[in-house]
């Protein structure tokens, strides 16, 4: 009878598991840390000249949304650069990419005083690593290096197992376009919360189709991110996705640049030009902003739409053209049409599948993740050893309500790196970005939690009153969402859609 440890015990009973990716990779570093007794343990995936944690325990939850370039982190580049285990002595002068990140140390940024790691290959190809650190001078030793030597098969298996799911997965669901390493393109999009995640499958499902995507949103939240996303899960992505600024494009130019001119269209004119459309052909159109563009060169994009017919400017015959368009507006379009500023056959062909991309307050912990990615390009970009966020930073993140969402958060990072900078002693200390430097402006102290909902003991209203007005305010926003739309707001509501009409009209929304 052969005797497993607890570690070999616990991957063995995971692997006969179905389990999604994050879950397994997750319990597989949190059994790695049992297993070595460490401070943290990091499960990182190779990605073109970087690498990006996709597991990883004992660090600051921001830590995952950080990407680790070889170039600028030679300890990790020498783990990859062989096939045993490293390990690097305490006093090694090598910069330690997650010095000031462990959570053993929350109230004040340390140093990691032993570090080991070992590279992993998924059949025969370089996929990644492993590293385990530790806040503790000698945790590790010559017999650590074997122990993790003789667990490296279990994780990649692991790992093998993960990979293969994930393609039963995409095949089922449907095509979907990979790197060269098979791993899914989807590593721009950081966060693991559930609405992100709910929006990635249901973006999954339409990205195989050629049906026009409506993406809406606030400012900020990305909107340009998720088309990219879309065309790289079509089956158009090894064709060109081409940008389009609506809100950019001068009312008299903006035919020539969607659909072309010939020579001599119009002054200036010196040569035939083609346009975006034709640029686009075979693959996407990307229309950003497109509540900004003309009434006068609706109708024409309207034309295109319908029958993928365009007409270069001064041309006297029409042009054929294979291309999917995704449009993308912060404004309400719906209201744009009442309002006789946007065409109604327009608006109704450009929402085929009106996506709606959620804003940051409703990612929870993403606005963490996606912390850490800015801290990391920061902490590159002004050549810091660390910069991290304190705890009370951490909670005003959590707490703010982001009205300009990701391209806010970017720029509180980027001006708090530089308060940092600005009083910093060295480029080499281990640097904590306080709350105070975030420059927030929080509606509550804290030290308090942010109310969820509305306060029941503050309603002066009977239980179901109140239940009916909290019911009647879900119903108009998920119903503002998605346009007017019954059936896309009972899928956000997760209610049968004739119970969600039932429900509206007792409470006399209809």
């Known amino acids: 009878m052969v005797n497993l440890t607890p570690l070999q015990t616990a991957l063995l009973a995971d692997l006969t598991s179905e389990l999604p990716t994050p879950i397994r990779l997750q319990r597989l570093v949190v059994s790695l840390r049992e297993e070595f007794s460490c401070s943290a343990v990091v499960l990182l995936r190779l990605d073109g000249d970087s690498l990006r944690a996709q597991a990883a325990v004992g660090l600051a939850h921001e830590a995952l949304g950080r990407s680790f370039v070889l170039a600028r982190h030679p300890r990790l580049a020498q783990i990859l650069a062989q096939r045993e285990p490293l390990q690097f002595a305490a006093d090694s002068d090598l910069p ?48 650590t290096t074997q122990r993790l030597q003789r667990c490296v098969l279990l994780i990649e298996t692991a ?33 693991e919360s559930p609405v992100l995640r709910e929006l990635l499958d249901e973006l999954n499902v339409v990205a195989d189709s050629d049906l026009p995507v409506l993406l809406q949103g606030e400012t900020g939240v990305g909107k340009e991110l998720f088309a990219r996303w879309l065309h790289a899960h079509s089956p158009r992505a090894r064709k060109p996705l081409v940008y389009v600024n609506c809100a950019a494009l001068p009312e008299t130019l903006a035919e020539s640049e969607l659909f072309g001119h010939v020579k001599g269209a119009f002054s200036g004119a010196a040569q035939d030009r083609p346009g975006r459309f034709e640029a686009a052909n075979g693959g996407t159109l990307f229309l950003d902003e497109i509540g900004e563009l003309p009434l006068s060169i609706q109708a024409k994009l309207l034309r295109a739409l319908q029958g993928g017919e365009i007409q270069r400017l001064g041309a006297d015959q029409p042009r054929h053209v294979d291309v999917r368009v995704i449009a993308a507006t912060n404004r309400r379009l719906w209201e744009e049409v009442r309002e006789g500023r946007f065409r109604a056959d327009l608006y109704h062909r450009l929402s085929v599948y009106p996506v709606h991309i959620p804003p940051l307050r409703e990612r929870g912990r993403d606005v963490l993740v996606l912390a850490g990615h800015f801290l990391e390009l920061n902490r590159a970009r002004l050549g810091l050893r660390c910069l991290r966020l304190s705890p009370d930073a951490e909670r005003a993140l959590l707490a703010y309500a982001w009205p300009g969402n990701v391209r806010e958060l970017e720029h509180v990072i980027s001006r708090a790196a530089l308060k940092v900078l600005s009083q910093a002693e060295s480029r080499t200390e281990l640097l904590s970005i306080e709350a105070a430097w975030l420059g927030l402006d929080l509606p509550h102290p804290l030290t308090q939690q942010a109310p969820v909902g509305p306060d029941p003991l503050a309603v002066p209203l009977p239980m179901q009153d109140a239940m009916d007005r909290y019911q009647r305010e879900l119903i108009q926003a998920a119903l503002d969402r998605h346009d007017g739309k019954w059936a896309a707001a009972a899928r956000a509501l997760v209610i049968d859609p004739s119970n969600l009409r039932k429900l509206a009209r007792r409470l006399s929304l209809i």
């Open 96 to 143: 330690d990419p997650y010095d000031g990140l462990l959570q053993d140390s929350p109230d004040e940024p340390l140093p990691v005083h032993d570090c080991m790691g070992m590279s992993l290959y998924l059949d025969g190809r370089l996929w990644g690593a492993v590293t385990l650190d530790a806040l503790d001078r000698g945790r590790f030793d010559r017999a």
């Open 159 to 191: 790992l093998r197992v993960s990979r293969l799911e994930g393609e039963v997965r995409s095949l089922r669901l449907a095509r979907r376009e990979t790197t060269e390493s098979g791993q899914e393109t989807d590593s721009a999009i950081l966060g």
